[in-house]
């Protein structure tokens, strides 16, 4: 048995991330009030999976039968059954108490410093943005199966934490058999192999896990915070210094700078 859990940043914070408290609050709420919906309309799309061989590999799709337009259909982003709001409402859908818990843990960790630098605004904006471009990814390049979920959106916000905070520390706690313990590391380290695992997922493709809309998510939000920092909207303090100050793409700051997000 092996586990590697990042479960503690180092970035002080300037800023009450109330935005992302609020964010994970009502997404918890939608979550749990639509575990109901889900399970009914999990029980009734049984019999419209259709499986077939596509380039020698076996593919899964799923296949709407008649449309009651139940509120279900408003959440769940389905490729053959597509409706505009899906693209938000499945990010605050959730398949049951460990992909809920698991998704708003990794929100809150990134989430906070992400948000207290950005301010409520612009966060929201990258979060839903990050979530949208996923959810539409995912219709292009995706399965024809439904998917749900925030993982895109938190991807993004992931992948804008790594452009803030390269080399800020995570505290990660690992066990391998009956070893364990914990230890701190750089966040690229994590954040990078994360990115690499789903990377990996999607040229693989298939699987229960869409790879594709993580991919595209932590793509859009790290690119993102490059356009913001580039063209100096988002500033680092002199105590910090950002992924394109690391690669001597941005001078650093100087202690006499005033911050942007002050």
Not at 186 to 211: K, N, V
Request: hydrophobic share 50%; aromatic share 14%; glycine share 10%.
């Amino acid at each position: 048995m092996f586990f590697f859990l990042p479960y503690l940043v180092d970035v002080p914070m300037h800023r009450w991330p109330i935005a992302n408290w609020l964010l994970i609050l009502l997404t918890c709420i939608i979550s749990i009030g639509m575990f109901p919906q889900l399970n009914r309309w999990e029980r009734r799309a049984a019999d419209h999976i259709v499986y077939s061989v596509r380039h020698g590999r076996m593919v899964e799709s799923y296949v709407p039968g008649r449309q009651h337009n139940q509120m279900i259909d408003y959440f769940l982003e389905q490729p053959g059954n597509f409706k505009i709001s899906q693209l938000v409402g499945s990010l605050f859908l959730h398949a049951g108490w460990i992909h809920l818990l698991g998704n708003m843990f990794f929100l809150w960790l990134f989430g906070n410093a992400v948000n207290a630098k950005l301010g409520h605004g612009r966060f929201l904006a990258l979060y839903f943005s990050a979530g949208i471009f996923a959810g539409i990814v995912y219709l292009m390049f995706g399965p024809e199966i439904p998917v749900l979920g925030a993982s895109g959106a938190i991807m993004g916000v992931m992948g804008a934490f790594l452009m803030l905070y390269p080399r800020n520390d995570v505290c990660c706690a690992w066990g391998l058999l009956l070893a364990y313990g914990v230890t701190r590391i750089s966040c690229y380290w994590p954040l990078g192999a994360y990115f690499l695992l789903d990377l990996w997922g999607t040229l693989r493709g298939g699987g229960a896990i869409a790879h594709i809309s993580h991919v595209a998510g932590f793509t859009f939000g790290a690119a993102v915070l490059g356009v913001l920092l580039w063209r100096g909207w988002v500033a680092s303090r002199a105590s910090e210094e950002n992924l394109l100050q690391v690669l001597h793409l941005q001078p650093l700051t100087p202690p006499s700078a005033r911050p942007a997000d002050e």
